[in-house]
């Protein structure tokens, strides 16, 4: 069974601009799940996907925004990006609900900022 | 607030010692996971455990989920290099939330 990738893996981008990244989860899994990984502050969530719907949201500004389409599969999109945005971005699938199942990570997606 | 506190935060060790490493919260958790990630890269699941008091190996890796599944260990016998790597756990709640913990960075020295 394949895992949970995501793309690009590498990507750079200016401030201001915008950025979509995509994650395709486990063949099965219906909850997408997206976190912000930094050096400083870890592993923060961003948002879960569970049906096509936003079942739950971490606390980041309204910039960053995400969805899921019919087959699972899940983007998230940052507007006007800023230097802090800088980070590794990943995705994680589950079975359920993200307290309910163990999740499966993706390689991540690194965004630099310049 | 639920908390995951792991131990210690960095470590850094010759080939072929022992260690543990520790996950501790107040919370109840109803499972709780153990990742590895090595720079760059998604973490990777290591196991799953559900049942307080539930040990688990894996090769040189042993897990043990605390009996009142408020606290896990991960003891790695005759570390290698390939250990290396950022060891994470999480605590799933049973309802919405995963509780991640900030990471011990583990560093085995050949």
């Known amino acids: 069974k394949a895992g949970v990738t995501q793309t690009p893996r590498y990507l750079i981008k200016t401030r201001g601009q915008q950025v979509t990244l995509s994650c395709s989860p486990i063949?099965?899994?219906?909850?997408v799940s997206w976190y912000q990984q930094t050096p400083g502050q870890g592993l923060q969530f961003l948002f879960e996907?569970?049906?096509?719907?936003?079942?739950n949201k971490g606390n980041f500004p309204g910039r960053f925004s995400g969805r899921q389409f019919s087959n699972s599969r899940s983007e998230m999109n940052v507007s006007t990006l800023e230097l802090g945005d800088s980070a590794l971005y990943l995705c994680?699938?589950?079975?359920?609900?993200?307290?309910?199942?163990?999740?499966?990570f993706g390689p991540g997606t690194r965004l630099t900022v310049l | 607030t639920q908390l995951l506190e792991q131990s210690p935060q960095f470590l850094s060790i010759q080939e072929g010692e022992n260690l543990t490493v520790y996950c501790n919260s107040s919370?109840?958790?109803?499972?709780l996971q153990w990742y590895r990630q090595e720079p760059g890269e998604g973490p990777v699941l290591l196991v799953t455990?559900?049942?307080?008091?539930e040990v688990k190996k894996l090769k040189r890796l042993t897990f043990q989920f605390g009996d009142a599944r408020k606290d896990s260990s991960l003891h790695i016998t005759a570390a290698q290099p390939g250990d290396t790597g950022l060891y994470l756990c999480?605590?799933?709640?049973?309802?919405?939330?995963?509780?991640f913990g900030a990471g011990t960075r583990l560093f085995v020295k050949a």
């Open positions: 063949s099965g899994h219906r909850s």
């Open positions: 919370s109840v958790f109803s499972s």
């Open positions: 996907y569970f049906s096509e719907t936003q079942r």
């Open positions: 999480a605590g799933g709640t049973g309802g919405f939330k995963t509780i």
């Open positions: 994680a699938s589950s079975l359920a609900h993200r307290g309910t199942d163990t999740q499966y």
């Open positions: 455990v559900v049942t307080g008091g």
